[in-house]
Nanobody, 123 residues
Framework: QVQLVESGGGLVQAGGSLRLSCTAS????????MGWFRQAPGKEREFVAT????????VHADSVKGRFTISRDNAKNTIYLQMNSLKPEDTANYYC????????????????WGQGTQVTVSS
């Protein structure tokens, strides 16, 4: 099992940028594909982005495509989510998660989750 800890959330104005980090400990980090999800108050958790074990392939949700970029550094056991041109509708708690199943967008495909980091975008 891998333990995940997110960081980098905060309050930002619309149009601004943030970079989220998720650091893993425990099992071999490079064994896992990784994903970012988010959950706004009163809404279901939704897929944001995912990246393969070696970082060679990524998938981003249509709602963030062209604004957010997922990446990873296996030497640091860390994945990132660079978020640019933020909008108020991006406000949510952001979670990272791991899976052994490869590139997946479904919540149920992920086994381990972090505690989340809050992102608030003001208009």
């Amino acid at each position: 099992q891998v333990q995940l800890v997110e960081s980098g959330g905060g309050l930002v104005q619309a149009g601004g940028s943030l970079r989220l980090s998720c650091t893993a400990s425990g099992r071999t980090f490079s064994d896992y594909a990784m994903g970012w999800f988010r959950q706004a108050p009163g809404k279901e958790r939704e897929f944001v982005a995912t990246i393969t074990r070696n970082g060679g392939l990524t998938v981003h949700a249509d709602s963030v495509k062209g604004r957010f970029t997922i990446s990873r550094d296996n030497a640091k056991n860390t994945i990132y989510l660079q978020m640019n041109s933020l909008k108020p509708e991006d406000t949510a708690n952001y979670y990272c998660a791991s899976t052994r199943k490869g590139l997946r967008t479904g919540i149920r495909d992920y086994d381990n989750w972090g505690q989340g980091t809050q992102v608030t975008v003001s208009s």
